[in-house]
């Protein structure tokens, strides 16, 4: 069986990857992990031998290398694993729990935690994060229930455990939670120097008029380039509404204009994109003037909230920033948006 460390090395070697002394690192807790579930395996662990190993919480920048390793360590598992992205995990278990409800039993987490538990021995999470209150309210009772069956989690997530549902509505019941993380999972904090993903961007353009052919094809490949052809439709909890991505991997997220600034959207959903993306493909951005004014006030919400978070922003658009909003009310309270946009463009903004 090839280590985690033989298969970085491969990588490397192969030229598909370039040494990184903090993501090498991190290797020997994949490897850790990756031992005792074959170990285990082979000896019949799940009934009552060994313990299971701890899991592994891993957090870091965007761009470091995270959600590579991840994929990494589960195709290199023999034992049944799901790799699958924290908030669509999130919502299958909020619909077990909806039906489970509707049988009428008291305790509808249980069941969709031993269903779970039932299907894999590992559990790969890419980017926990929460936000969501009702999410909150489930999750300490979810994993205490997959611990307690012995699935072993491994996560990602761009914030140390501590910083978990920062300033959220009654925080102070979700901090055994986070107890619960630290005592069944190993903190790493992946302290890698590049952003990757930055770089796969860096010299590139970014912002695209007029909209043709050529920039619908220049964005494209941009768009491949980030996600390598894995985006799925994404679902984000929005004070229990669904706003949907049409589609989004690793923290890259693609939109039109229209999906996200030509519906009756609002700050709080604009705040959980930017909390969720890291880097948004936002395409057919038209001109701005008194006749779409509400959508012209979405828009300068939205790049407010890309803006704050140092989201990168790769766009299409009608015109240049300076040209998009030039008569009607609101005008003029937009040169702040078309300085942001130019400041957006530039090469490593959003890497700090």
Request: proline content about 5%; hydrophobic content about 45%; overall charge negative.
């Amino acid at each position: 069986m090839t280590t985690m460390p033989e298969l970085y090395a491969q990588n490397v070697n192969s030229g598909a990857l370039t040494a990184d002394p903090a993501q090498e690192a991190v290797l020997p807790e994949f490897e850790r992990i990756r031992a005792a579930l074959e170990d285990a395996g082979r000896k019949g662990w799940f009934r009552k031998t060994p313990e299971p190993p701890k899991g592994l919480y891993m957090w870091g920048g965007v761009g470091r290398g995270k959600s590579m390793l991840m994929d990494m360590f589960a195709a290199s598992l023999d034992v049944p694993n799901r790799r699958v992205h924290f908030h669509a995990f999130m919502q299958e278990i909020h619909a077990g729990i909806h039906a489970a409800r509707q049988k009428g039993l008291e305790d509808a987490v249980a069941p969709v935690a031993a269903k779970v538990a039932e299907d894999v021995r590992l559990l790969a999470f890419d980017e926990m994060q929460i936000t969501d209150i009702t999410d909150a309210m489930i999750v300490g009772r979810l994993f205490q229930a997959l611990f307690d069956a012995g699935v072993v989690i491994v996560t990602t997530s761009n914030r140390v455990p501590d910083d978990l549902y920062k300033n959220g509505l009654n925080r102070q019941l979700f901090l055994p939670f986070i107890e619960l993380l630290k005592q069944n999972m190993v903190v790493h904090h992946l302290a890698a120097a590049t952003d990757y993903r930055q770089d796969r961007i860096a010299g590139s353009q970014t912002y695209f008029t007029p909209i043709n052919a050529e920039a619908r094809a220049r964005i494209e490949k941009i768009w491949q380039d980030l996600t390598h052809g894995q985006a799925q439709p994404h679902t984000l909890t929005v004070q229990k509404r669904a706003l949907e991505i049409p589609a989004f991997h690793n923290g890259v997220a693609r939109a039109t204009f229209y999906h996200l600034c030509g519906r009756p959207l609002g700050a709080a959903d604009y705040l959980a994109l930017a909390d969720a993306a890291r880097v948004l493909v936002l395409e057919e951005i038209p001109l701005l003037s008194r006749q779409n004014f509400n959508e012209a006030k979405r828009f300068v919400t939205l790049i407010d909230a890309l803006y704050e978070a140092r989201v990168r922003l790769i766009c299409s658009a009608a015109a240049a920033p300076d040209f998009l909003y030039v008569e009607g009310e609101g005008s003029f309270e937009f040169e702040r948006t078309a300085s942001r946009l130019q400041e957006m463009q530039s090469d490593g903004w959003g890497s700090d």
